[in-house]
C-alpha cells in the first residue's frame, strides 16, 4: 500500500513564505506527474502547480512568480515554495502524484492524494 504524506501548512501573515513538502511511502516503484492542488472553503478544489513530462513546471495564473514547485522522483518527494503569501492562499493543500508500485513482475499505477495541509494567511 502507498501513501502521500505532506507538511509544513501552518498560519502565515500576509507577505510571508512557507514550504510544504510532500513525500511518498510504502510499495513504490515509480512516482510521476507530481502536483500540489489546493480548496479553499466552498470553492472546488484548484490545481496550483505541477511537474508535466519531461519536468516543465506548470502553474496556475494567480501564484505564477510566487510559487515554486520542485520534485525529486528518485526519493518519491515532491516540495511547494510559496512565497508573498495573500489571504487568497488560504485553503487545504494536497499534492497528488502518479504512483507505480511493482507486484511480482507487474508495474501497477495509481493516482494517490495526500490528506491534506491547512494554510492559512492571516493577520
Known amino acids: 500500500q502507498v501513501q502521500l504524506v505532506e507538511s509544513g501548512g501552518g498560519l502565515v501573515q500576509p507577505g510571508g513564505s512557507l514550504r510544504l513538502s510532500c513525500a511518498a511511502s510504502?510499495?513504490?516503484?515509480?512516482?510521476?506527474?507530481p502536483a500540489w492542488y489546493r480548496q479553499a472553503p466552498g470553492k472546488q478544489r484548484e490545481l496550483v502547480a505541477s511537474i508535466v513530462r519531461g519536468g516543465k513546471p506548470n502553474y496556475a495564473d494567480s501564484v505564477k512568480g510566487r510559487f515554486t514547485i520542485s520534485s525529486d522522483n528518485n526519493r518519491f518527494t515532491v516540495n511547494l515554495q510559496m512565497n508573498n503569501l495573500t489571504p487568497e492562499d488560504t485553503a487545504t493543500y494536497y499534492c497528488n502524484a502518479d504512483i507505480g508500485t511493482l507486484n511480482g513482475d507487474q508495474i501497477h499505477v495509481f493516482n494517490i492524494w495526500g490528506q491534506g495541509t491547512q494554510v492559512t494567511v492571516a493577520s
Open positions: 510504502g510499495n513504490v516503484f515509480s512516482f510521476n506527474a
